[in-house]
């Protein structure tokens, strides 16, 4: 007899503290300010989230630079550098933070190190927002390192004071043997207590890692920008799975589920859970419509808004200053 169809869902998954802080202050914005509020880059990597804000009033602009003097800039989750900061003052914005605390975490061990006077080796993706404003906290003191082969490459000597950093959103999977080789090339090499990965985005690539042991496919709700969604589908598939990443249910390919008994799903840090509920109903539609869970780690972390925000009066629309 044919095993029945069945979908495993993972948890924890989806939004982590810090997208949902993001979110909420936008939206706090929006109701404090009236539209309207101009954000700088993608509060979240998420296409659904950002059409779903554009739709209430916000604005979202790629620099400071294209935000009217006086209006109110929401800094998206993934932090800027100091010169952003800077800029935005010169222009009389009124600034709202959303950085995630633990990027803002990543910002203070970089102003620290460069203190110390250490070269700051900082793991991660040069074009990431992320690591553009990690590298913008001290630039003449920081070298991104993407490869194990940068790390042979790097002009320092063995005694340099040097200290590592690392993108939020990679796997620990991912840094391993960049870090290991770093701990063989430096004598002198510092690291930050911790380490700088983000729970989250651990929690969902641990948890992909067991659907994949459970599963003929698994497939992870996310942008195509979301670098924690990609990580997911590469862990995935280096646990020997086939996976796939879904923006949105539209882009399912029913020619995956060919001769799959077993779907696991999971979705990014950034992904809204009615994305994950509109590609259960389509798999359930496909005949995929028992649901188990696959339970690796419970997450109870609230990172809130800023006070201020939080406790400020609605003061009615405000007019465009463009």
């Not at 003097?69 to 998206?76: I, N, P, Q, T, Y």
């Not at 991660?124 to 082969?149: C, K, L, M, Q, S």
């Not at 020997?240 to 990443?245: D, S």
């Not at 389509?282 to 939080?310: H, I, M, Q, S």
Request: with cysteine.
């Amino acid at each position: 007899m044919a095993e029945r169809k069945r979908v495993v869902l993972a948890e924890p998954r989806g939004f982590c503290a810090g997208v949902r802080r993001a979110i909420a202050i936008v939206e706090r914005a929006l109701e404090v300010y009236g539209p309207p509020v101009y954000v700088r880059k993608e509060i979240v990597h998420n296409h659904y989230v950002v059409r779903g804000l554009e739709s209430r009033g916000a604005r979202f602009v790629d620099s400071e630079a294209e935000v009217p003097e006086g209006a109110v800039c929401v800094f998206s989750a993934h932090g800027v550098a100091p010169a952003v900061h800077r800029a935005s003052a010169d222009r009389g914005l009124e600034v709202i933070d959303a950085t995630c605390p633990l990027v803002a975490k990543v910002h203070q061990e970089a102003r620290r190190f460069a203190r110390d006077e250490r070269t700051i080796l900082l793991i991660g993706h040069r074009d990431h927002e992320e690591v553009e404003g990690t590298y913008g906290e001290a630039p003449d003191r920081t070298v991104i390192v993407e490869t194990v082969e940068d790390v042979a490459a790097l002009d320092l000597p063995r005694d340099a004071p040097v200290a590592l950093l690392s993108q939020t959103t990679l796997s620990l999977d991912d840094t391993a043997g960049i870090v290991d080789a770093l701990r063989d090339r430096f004598d002198d090499l510092r690291e930050p207590p911790g380490g700088d990965i983000c729970y989250a985005s651990q929690n969902r690539q641990n948890a992909v890692k067991a659907l994949a042991g459970r599963s003929d496919l698994v497939l992870v709700v996310g942008s195509v920008n979301s670098s924690n969604s990609i990580r997911m589908v590469e862990v995935a598939r280096d646990a020997g799975v086939r996976a796939h990443l879904v923006p949105d249910v539209g882009e399912l390919d029913e020619g995956w589920l060919e001769g799959v008994a077993s779907v696991g799903v999971s979705a990014g840090a950034s992904a809204p859970e009615i994305l994950v509920d509109q590609l259960l109903d389509r798999l359930a539609a496909l005949g995929y419509d028992r649901v188990e869970f696959e339970t690796t780690a419970t997450e109870n972390v609230v990172f809130n808004v800023p006070a201020g925000l939080a406790a400020a009066a609605p003061a009615g629309a405000r007019p465009d200053p463009s």
